[in-house]
């Protein structure tokens, strides 16, 4: 599902962010990414989203080789891939509601039916009676919530975090990383970046190691 | 809307009303805010490529629900920062009823000038044989034409003093033996319009008397080229004046941008076009446009209905029943139609030059 082949990616001030980077995530697996704040952990994931492209090598995202991917085809790519960000990157004007639909409303669905799939991921979340609030109302956790029920509301093939956990308590984030572990249940490819080692030693899954912008270690965590 | 779908928690939705007033049905929860056990099963088609396959026509509908709910999205957001939008739309409205303004006047001042049609001339050179009595006769004549209002015989010697007077080469004229000149009768026609009063000319040119007959045409020539000139500067007005809508709807449309800037980039980040990010900006353009002609247009009439008194009086001081002529039909529509391909257009430019800028990284 993510395939990356021999990748490199520096960047125009010259810093090299990812230096011969190779693996491959089938369909319906699960892994952790981790390493060093600056160890390129953010850049291996939006070469994923296609926010940049690889100086050097390819990368493959559910069979399309996003090297030579036309700029008016990444928007089709992007609808593929749910991603949590560290950052949350909510509309603070908008409702939860309003917030969750933005990826059925691009989409262009039926409104009746976004208001069902709106709901079923709030619910899943557990923040259905938070649907008219705005995300400034909500704690660190229930947005990052709202953050995840908007990547998985259009069922997209790829989830992608960005530390999904990252300032959250660890009850809180063990929770979180259930959820990730119940979409993956049902079929979702889904890469997590994250430096809490404790957490990704516990969940028993496949885990790769960035440093200085190479892969040093990849392997199941016990 | 009829369906009800069954939640896991036990909670249901059956319509939208009930979508209002989420906590009037209260929905019972595990203690666990994360229930470890959501009825996933009922959407194991969550996983996989199961990316919503919507076809053409529904395709279409959404694209048109999404120019609907954007439209109106848009003119919203206008009319919340009512002060700022009034600004905007007062510059446009002022731009336009510039060059607007001069067209309604020089609409007027040709329909004035089409009144004075009384003053052209037409000059009939006579054959030189034709007698001093036959060219009276003829004057006379003429006199009982419908379509000439008044005639004036000049005699040969007449012709030739009035030579003298007004060229300047009257000694010379005393070099000849014979007088050159031939009689002439002056002719003021009664009928007005240059085509009409050109087919007089015609027809007084077939006369066998007649040697040539010569329409002045300068004072006709001279307020034409006035017009042209008063139609060319409209023109070139209309043209930097409509720049400067482009403009100043670019200038605002780029401010909006930036204001949405995060919003452009979240949307962008879950997979939106640049025709859907786009879109809200030119409705914005749009109703800037639409706006500003309305309101030129409300200025252009709101002055002609204060000049229209006075004008008034001023017409029936020289006995004249003339009166302002406003904005055709046509004009208007044509004025509000161009104010919002103006606005559209400076949108459009603001946002191709723009938001390729805004990306996230």
Known sequence: MIQFHNVFKRYESGHEALQNVSFNLKEGEMAFLTGHSGAGKSTLLKLIMRMEVATRGQVNIDGINLNNLAGRHVPYLRRKIGVVFQDHQLLYDRSVYDNVALPLVIEGMEPQDIGRRVRAALDKVGLLSKEKLTPIMLSGGEQQRVGIARAVVNKPPILLADEPTGNLDPQLSSEIMQLFRQFNAVGVTVLIASHDLDLISRMGLRMMELSQGGLTRSGVTA | MNKRPIRPSGATFPNRSQRETPHKNPIKKPPNRLRSNPDLRSKSNLGGASISKVNKSARLKAWRRHHVNMAIDSLARLLAAPFGSLMTWAVIAIALSLPVGLYVFLNNAQLVSSNWDGSAQISLYL????????????????????????????????????????????????????????????????????????????????????????????????????????????????????????????????????NRRQEIVVVKLIGATNAFVRRPFLYTGIWYGLGGGILAWLLINVSLYWLDAPVRSLASAYASDFSLIGLSLRDSLLLLVSSTLLGWLGAWIAVSRHLGKVEPS
């Not at chain 2, 080469?169 to 005393?174: H, K, Q, S």
């Not at chain 2, 050159?180 to 050109?198: D, F, H, Y």
């Not at chain 2, 307020?223 to 042209?228: A, P």
Request: net charge negative.
């Open chain 2, 127 to 258: 054959n030189e044989q034709v007698q001093d009595s036959a060219g009276r006769n003829l004057t006379q004549k003429l006199q009982m034409d419908s379509a000439i209002a008044e005639t004036r015989y000049l005699s040969r010697e007449q012709t030739l003093a009035e030579f003298k007077e007004f060229s300047g080469f009257g000694e010379a004229l005393d070099y000849l033996d014979d007088n050159p000149l031939p009689p002439v009768i002056i002719v003021r026609p009664a009928v007005s319009g240059i085509e009409s009063q050109q087919a007089l000319v015609s027809r007084l040119q077939a006369l066998p008397e007649v040697e040539e007959a010569q329409l002045d045409l300068a004072w006709v020539k001279r307020l034409y080229h006035i017009m042209e000139l008063g139609q060319r500067t409209i023109t070139a007005l209309g043209f930097l004046l409509g720049l400067a809508v482009l403009l100043v709807v670019g200038n605002t449309i780029r401010l909006a941008i930036e």
